[in-house]
């Protein structure tokens, strides 16, 4: 078998048809491919709702699971997959209608580890006028690279989003890469590992996947759970500067990397958690995770590490402090400007 495509679900019921939709909407012979459906225990009717569609398809199966997070259900998916390479799009999005047959085409031409896809960001909205209009491909580009360079060269710490590419599952077991389980931001230290680990790959500029923006979205709840799932990723991906053979500039990406999720983390959390002892529990739940924390590349990141090691409830209360000086000057300038 060609490709699995594996689709975890839970509480999607408002978008999952059009995701399961959109896989057959590819121009592929359904005896080339398998999707795998992932029921994480969802308490909703989105099993109701693609009820039929899995009636209609003979290379559907459903397996059903107590709720375990994304992550237990992307590796459960990924240990039952029979495809040469594998796709796992999240349920409330989309892939881009005949997408998907030209990058698994050259992904079994050449056996490359990943295939590395470009996708569109829209709103409920702008869907819904796509879906309206024909919609025309770019000349289709594919460039031989190695992970290192993908890695150097493309990784957005803040875009490790895993449906955008086709994994060759020997890769995937060969080199032992799973999903930490039961934690949130498991896209990240996945896909530097991956990107680190993969060899021979390409990257193409044809657009896959619809990524949708919606206000329920994982990425726009935040609550202080999410930040001891945030601190575990950036200290998973802190780890791997331990893979042997890493020349130095990808160390210092490693760090930059790190350092990027850490800013965005604390953030989050300054913006997210009320409750000053949560704060103080995060800051002494990064040293527990990640002791060895070291930013380098600055006199800032350097002070910035001093005060987390030696101060860390001082940092976060200064931090705290600055920030609510800058949320009041900018909502002044923006009353200002009414």
């Not at 999952?16 to 795998?36: A, M, N, P």
């Not at 490790?160 to 930490?180: A, G, H, M, S």
């Amino acid at each position: 078998m060609d490709l699995s495509i594996i689709v975890p679900i839970y509480n999607v019921e408002k978008y999952v048809r059009t995701c399961i939709e959109s896989i057959y909407k590819q121009c592929l012979d359904e005896k080339r491919f398998e999707v795998i459906i992932i029921n994480d225990g969802t308490t909703d009717n989105s099993m109701e709702v693609i009820a039929d569609i899995i009636d209609q398809h003979n290379n559907i199966t459903v397996i059903n699971q107590d709720n375990q997070s994304l992550s237990v259900a992307r590796n459960n998916g990924i240990a039952a997959a029979k495809g040469e390479y594998i796709l796992i799009p999240d349920s409330d999005d989309l892939l881009i209608e005949n997408s998907l047959k030209p990058l698994l085409e050259k992904a079994l031409e050449t056996k490359v580890d990943l295939v590395v896809a470009d996708f569109l960001t829209m709103t409920d909205e702008e869907i819904d006028d796509f879906n309206k209009k024909e919609f025309k491909q770019p000349e289709p580009h594919f460039k031989k690279i190695v992970g290192e360079q993908i890695y150097l060269e493309l990784l957005n710490p803040r875009q490790c989003f895993v449906w955008r590419t086709l994994y060759r599952r020997e890769f995937l077991v060969t080199k032992d890469l799973i999903y930490y389980p039961g934690i949130r931001y498991q896209d990240i230290p996945f896909t530097h590992e991956c990107y680190l680990k993969a060899k021979n790959c390409l990257r193409t500029n044809i657009l896959l996947n619809i990524y949708r923006k919606w206000p329920g979205s994982s990425t726009n709840a935040y609550k202080f759970e999410n930040s001891r799932h945030f601190i575990t990723a950036i200290a998973l991906t802190w780890q791997l500067r331990q893979i042997e053979g890493l020349s130095s500039e990808l160390l210092y990406k490693i760090e930059e990397n790190v350092y990027i999720s850490f800013r965005s983390m604390i953030y989050d959390t300054l913006h997210g958690i009320n409750e000053k002892n949560d704060r103080y529990a995060l800051m002494d739940y990064i040293n527990f995770q990640a002791p060895d924390l070291n930013f380098t590349h600055s006199i800032q990141q350097r002070l910035i590490t001093m005060m987390i090691k030696k101060t860390p409830h001082f940092f976060i209360y200064l931090y705290y402090q600055y920030a609510q000086i800058v949320f009041k000057k900018r909502s002044s300038v923006s009353d200002k400007t009414k």
